[in-house]
């Protein structure tokens, strides 16, 4: 299973990972991430979210547009 996963930076405050569903595969994920048209995340294994095994966003960056 894999988790939508959106980061939100704050004007003034810190960035954070917001969860947005769970999916069966990593296709649905993506699939889901294009129809929303969320720029600014990622599809994460859900057991990594849920165990507390991935790093939360810190800072916001600038990245190439892949679509």
């Known amino acids: 299973m894999y988790a939508l996963v959106m980061m939100v930076c ?12 769970g999916f069966d595969t990593e296709e649905q ?3 889901e991430m294009n129809v ?3 720029q600014r995340g ?3 294994p859900l057991e990594n979210v849920l165990d507390d095994f ?4 810190t ?4 990245f190439p547009h892949l679509f």
């Open 59 to 62: 800072r916001a960056a600038d």
């Open 10 to 21: 704050y004007l003034n405050g810190p960035c954070e990972n917001l969860y947005l569903g």
């Open 42 to 44: 990622g599809c994460i």
């Open 54 to 57: 991935w790093q939360p966003a």
């Open 36 to 38: 929303q048209r969320i």
């Open 29 to 31: 994920c993506v699939r």
